[in-house]
């Protein structure tokens, strides 16, 4: 927006977990101003508890040995980056309930890879940065708001103690995942031939993103840069 200064709101995160009856979703509030979150809140009706950033630190006690991903969408290949950290994997709903798992010391970590849109990230990242924990981007680059985009790429909230070594393991995977991502068959082609070539069709690249999200999420950005041309309506199904 053209504002310096705009709320980001998500009134349901976690839509799944509140329509089935389940506690872990979760309501955002947050004010961004110049690209950073300045105030924010995350609610947990079930909980009948609201962590807002300026009343709440992140229990510093022994880890937890978990990280908590997406009970929907979870990043491929997300048991194997665990087991490289010596973590468990926890599935749960709500970007919100999820941060907040890791606040608590139910979690060590939040990891979240395949995209988020930024009214998912917003209030927890606040909430997060405020608390004492790490926040960023899965390549350690910061978080912005109010973009003309607003879609964003991954999410990571951890403890600061474990930043380097978590940050490092998504490196490592990051790399694992766009190797087989571009070996992965896309119809009788490759993806890295449909990527090399420039008379690809509309419905190959297609095949690409689909291919993409089943096979490697976390490197959907990739596909982004490669393939910049592609219409609006295609992006969304990374």
């Known amino acids: 927006l053209d504002s310096d200064r705009v709320w980001i709101l998500d009134v349901i995160d976690g839509t799944k977990e509140y329509a089935t009856g389940r506690g872990d979703w979760a309501v955002h509030v947050a004010l961004a101003s110049g690209g950073k979150i300045e105030a924010a809140s995350v609610g947990m009706p079930d909980a009948q508890r609201v962590f807002r950033d300026d009343l709440c630190e992140y229990v510093d ?35 919100g309930a999820k941060t907040i798992s890791v606040l608590l010391g139910d979690a060590d970590a939040y990891i979240h890879t395949g995209g988020h849109n930024e009214w998912d990230q917003a209030a927890p990242a606040g909430v997060a940065l405020r608390a ?41 995977a990051k790399a694992t995942d766009a190797e087989s991502l571009l070996a992965a068959p896309a119809g009788d082609k490759t993806v890295k031939d449909l990527l090399d070539d420039a008379n690809a069709t509309i419905g190959e690249k297609i095949e690409i993103k689909r291919v993409a ?26």
């Open 61 to 95: 006690g022994p880890m937890s040995g978990k990280i908590v991903v997406s009970r929907n969408n979870p990043p491929a290949g997300i048991d194997d980056f665990a087991a490289s950290i010596e973590r468990t994997v926890r599935p749960m709903g709500s970007a």
């Open 132 to 172: 004492g924990l790490h926040c960023s981007h899965l390549d350690g680059s910061p978080l912005e708001f109010n973009r003309a985009d607003v879609w964003r790429k991954d999410f990571l909230v951890c403890r600061p103690e474990i930043t380097d070594e978590v940050l490092a393991a998504a490196v490592a």
């Open 213 to 238: 999200r089943v096979e490697a999420p976390n490197v959907s950005a990739y596909l982004h840069k490669t393939s910049p041309d592609l219409p609006a309506q295609i992006g969304v199904l990374l």
